[in-house]
């Protein structure tokens, strides 16, 4: 089993690299190599008996995808995108890495299949980004995509063509689309959506944290461990149970930022949660107003995906895989 | 007013320039030009005080789409698309002319926005291929779009653009998702869909017509006359009733062959059923099977596009329209 991850440099490409070493099979297959390719060369994990290899690439040229699909990997993870501000901030760019960089991707798949067989498993991620309000209470799998994003727009493209190339037998396609990750490690960044993640993370490593919206903002959660599930249960599918719809919403955690913080103080106390600073932000409340707050997966969810039942589960998560185990004294 | 017609030669583009001609205005403003294009020539209709231009351009070619808007047309009605058949058949053809086409068009008019302020009215013939079953029975507003069909593909894509173009404000732009059209006139084709007008048609006219499929067989249709109406009222909408969802089911009429023959039982009577000849043929028979066939658009209802309500009043069009009134003898 040779594997391709195409935006391996980023958090979930990463922990899904992790993964992959440490179970060293996929699908009931030895894992005998991986590629990892970025716009900057991933770092490469310790390994036995796996060969890694790092390369950089641009996906928005050209030449990069039938370069990157040459060794024919019999397994495809394409996770590389410009994040959604950016998106909105670059039009062109937007456009030229995440639809063109995909569309390579896609084509250079179906000319290699036009010299000898190849049909690869491609797992694409998307976002609930390719949803725009007005939305139901609960988003259900048959709800339209709408994006009111260049980025959402790009995602819901990507998800026409992954299905009619599959239909077309040129690769074995499933698109997933991830809730928002939380709780996200690292330094705060500046997504409109990281205070989500960082009421949590800074508090918990005893830092104050900014709260810019009401306890009463709800939204659609997964830990960054239920997202490499999704990726590796979607690499290991029955695509023949997803029929000509290949592009399903993943399960998630439908909370408030209030619940958020109950489960805070839950765990790790009312220290924690003093350190949350409100400072509302009119403009991330509108925005964060606009975002999909609640899905019902009932097909992930038959699919056997799964995720987290409560914030008390993602916190501790959090505690497990970024902070060894427990909480700073 | 000026009015640039992509795909004036088709059989809408043909009937809405004739539309328009003698209408001599849109949108309140007189009419002063139209350019006519399509892959060969269209032909000039006679018209007094418009000056009338045809041209040859093949859309797939990048340098295509500037010059077709160089002049910067008020107006653009984009009814260019190779069909559902044929693009399956030529998947690269597909794609260069149906999503390629189209994203030049949207960029061209993009690029010369930022010359000097434009923003036409784009109007886009979209499909009802952009649906897949299963369906429910009646397909709502916000049922999602999974088409089995390369070419549903290519239009659900151009949709998605369209709605982002429009919301980042380069043009504005609507999307209408035809029914099929019924009567459609001149000689039987070979498309899929064609035996629900040439049933009608040729009996009509004393000749022999093939029914390949049950008449318990239910299909949504609108008539010729009802889609160049969509189009001429999606030129004149105020868009801003149709906030950031741009795309639009057209309403039309559902109904089974059955109730077609009936219909023209009664206009026509029974000598002309009598030339329906059943010659089931299993593989259409499968493919209108996976068809969409009742909608409920009350969206475009409610913003006033309106279709027919009866296969007698459809029948009647074409009497109208392509027979001079009456019933040949």
Known sequence: MNILIIGAGGMVGRKLTAAL??????????????????????????????????????????????????????????????????????????????????RYLFEAIRLAGKDSPYCPRVVLTSSIAVFGAPFPDRIGDEFFQTPRTSYGTQKAMCELLLSDYSRRGFFDGIGIRLPTICIRPGAPNKAASGFFSSILREPLAGKEAVLPVDESARHWHASPRAAVNFLIHAAQLDTALLGARRNLNMPGLSATVGEQIEALRRVAGEKAVGLIRREPDAMIVEMVDGWAKDFDASRALSLGFSAESSFDEIIGIHIEDELGGELPQ
Chains 1, 2 share one sequence.
């Open 21 to 102: 070493v440490k179970n060293r099979t996929l699908a009931g297959r030895e894992i005998a190599r991986i590629d990892l390719v970025d716009v900057a060369a991933p770092d490469l994990p310790q390994a036995q008996d796996i060969d890694i290899r790092a390369l950089a690439a641009d996906i928005s040229d050209p030449t990069t995808a039938p370069r990157l699909i040459a060794d024919r990997p019999d397994m495809i993870f394409h996770l590389a995108a410009i994040v959604s501000g950016e998106a909105e901030l670059d039009f062109e760019k937007g456009y030229a890495i995440n639809l063109d960089g995909t």
